[in-house]
């Protein structure tokens, strides 16, 4: 028989938050370090709201601010050969035909090729000193690059460059599942994402000033790889005496801190770190639809207008220190539409909606890039400026697959499988475009219109696939004996006004396999989110 079902208002209004504690296996899981962990700590393990609170508010003046640091410094530092390209990068490196467009494709190249190394380097070793490493690797690697002067060399380290930066983005997206319950991920996602519009300004600020400096032992590109280089070496020493790998080795929390930590993510059915590699998660990833649905729109949206941007500016009359101006407004909008998509996805619960607007408002700013005359220079700036929105969908494809993933294996490969498409489409996306298609850059751009169309119809199938996951899920309940409608405590706010119940209005709690590192399809338990 079903437990009698509770109701949402009752569940928001208890005092006290509870794991569930006579729902626990007895057993300790071998591989979940959560439930290791737990085992550990005597006493009560209930905690009020505000004390949850404050831990949170803990976690996200620590945590948080070294993950916006690491995503600043790796999307400076692949960012920098766009910059870059307006200093004379391909006459100095004499650069020829599609070699510019291969030392923009080379380093997806290389990030393609390490992803699967990254998700068994995750699973194995500790996150924070993982990501400390990589920062460091990856800084010193465009440091070097300054000694570059042709093309053999530069492809050389852009390749060792996105070998070290290929851990980076699937380590965000494991911090932040490990950290954060699922109703507060998509704007931590958000905000790590939005350092992609920061890096914009700040990096063309900081290229308009270097590009100033006048020597005679240096090119322009030189001091630029050089400075971003070491500053990125620097920051890499932060990540390592700083990041805790995990809430149950923080150090900047007591133990009844780390009790509480874990014990709220109970609620996201999706455990936080078991270090041992599953195979039968990885099959279930490869034949799970989901992943290849993510892994459909991050390769839609990945093209070569961020490798070709300032180039595309320069296309429509402006000159090289311009164009570097008219990049702070690119940054600008997207680090407002990333928050913007963040917090419309939150509020509406809806990302594929929220999604397939942003991707039109891109292909509408691609249809002006493609008929405007070149004299409109205004009307021109405004489409690219709209193209740039794209920006808001990666974070929210990134949310989407790390909310609705369970199991430590299956999480760290379907974000690599995410990742690799990332990596694919920009591979590709340089190659839609050459010098050779100087000024209007036709080809490259009507190739990306078509793939802007698909984000959004893609997203839309997205929505109701997850739906139908809810009601399959809602249906196995049933057959055994459960309420077929229970309450997702993973998503509800920090004030209690609303929770997720799936198929109707009131629910009872579902069963306790937070920490049995189960698959999302294997728990009849688990609630898909929009």
């Not at 059915?269 to 270090?275: D, K, L, N, P």
């Not at 941007?309 to 164009?323: C, K, P, Q, V, W």
């Not at 963040?342 to 594929?352: D, I």
Request: charged share 20%; hydrophobic share 50%.
């Amino acid at each position: 028989m079903s437990a009698k079902p509770a109701s949402v208002e009752q569940i928001e209004s208890a005092d006290i938050i509870t794991p569930a504690a006579e729902e626990r296996p007895k057993s300790t899981p071998k591989g979940e370090k959560a439930a290791q962990f737990l085992a550990t700590v005597d006493g009560d393990h209930t905690f009020t709201p505000e004390e949850e609170k404050k831990v949170l508010r803990r976690i996200d003046l620590r945590v948080l601010p070294l993950l916006l640091g690491a995503y600043f410094f790796q999307q400076l530092d692949k960012s920098s050969l766009s910059y870059v390209s307006i200093f004379g990068l391909v006459e100095d490196a004499n650069l020829v035909g599609q070699q510019y467009s291969w030392l923009g494709s080379i380093l997806y190249l290389a990030q393609l090729v390490m992803q699967p190394l990254a998700a068994l380097v995750l699973v194995k070793l500790p996150t924070g000193k993982v990501i400390g490493a990589a920062i460091f690797f990856w800084g010193s690697s465009l440091a070097i690059m300054a000694a570059c002067t042709s093309f053999p060399s530069l492809l050389g380290l852009r390749f060792c460059l996105g070998a070290f930066e290929a851990m980076i983005a699937p380590s965000c997206i494991a911090v932040t599942q490990m950290w954060w319950r699922r109703g507060e991920q998509t704007w931590r996602a958000a905000m790590w994402n939005a350092m992609n519009g920061v890096t914009a300004i700040v990096g063309s600020l900081f290229t308009y000033g270097l590009g100033h400096i006048k020597s005679d032992t240096l090119y322009s590109y030189q001091i630029i790889f050089i400075l971003c280089g070491l500053l990125t070496v620097s920051y890499s020493l932060v990540v390592l005496i700083f990041m805790p790998d995990s809430p149950m080795e923080a150090k900047f929390l007591n133990e009844r801190e780390k009790m509480i930590a874990v014990e709220r993510l109970r609620a996201n059915q999706m455990g936080i770190i078991s270090r041992e590699w599953r195979w039968d998660h990885v099959w279930e990833t490869l034949i799970d639809v989901k992943t290849w649905i993510w892994f459909l729109l991050i390769i839609a949206i990945s093209g070569g207008i961020s490798t070709f941007g300032s180039l595309i500016i320069t296309s429509f009359g402006y000159e090289n220190f311009d164009a570097i101006l008219f990049n702070l407004p690119f940054g600008a909008i997207q680090f407002v539409i990333i928050l913007a998509g963040g917090w419309a996805a939150t509020k509406f619960r809806t990302k594929g909606v929220v999604i397939a607007v942003i991707a039109m408002l891109a292909a509408v700013g691609t249809i002006m890039l493609l008929t405007l005359p070149r004299d409109q220079k205004g009307a021109l700036l405004v489409g690219y400026y709209l193209v740039s929105c794209l920006a808001g969908v990666t974070p929210l494809v990134y949310a989407w697959e790390a909310q609705n993933t369970a199991g430590d294996t299956k999480r760290k490969c379907t974000s690599a499988v995410v990742l690799i498409g990332m990596c694919t489409g920009n591979v590709i996306g340089p190659q839609l475009y050459n010098l050779n298609q100087a000024p209007e850059y036709r080809p490259g751009l009507i190739s990306n219109l078509v793939m802007f169309v698909l984000v959004a119809i893609i997203a839309l199938v997205a929505d109701l696939y997850l739906y139908w996951l809810n009601k399959r899920h809602a249906k196995r309940r049933e057959e055994l004996g459960k309420n077929a409608r229970i309450v997702d405590e993973s998503m509800m706010r920090k004030d209690g006004e609303e929770a997720e119940v799936e198929d109707g209005k009131g629910g009872e709690r579902g069963g306790d396999k937070g920490f049995l590192d189960t698959t999302d399809l294997k728990n009849e338990d688990f609630i898909y989110v929009y």
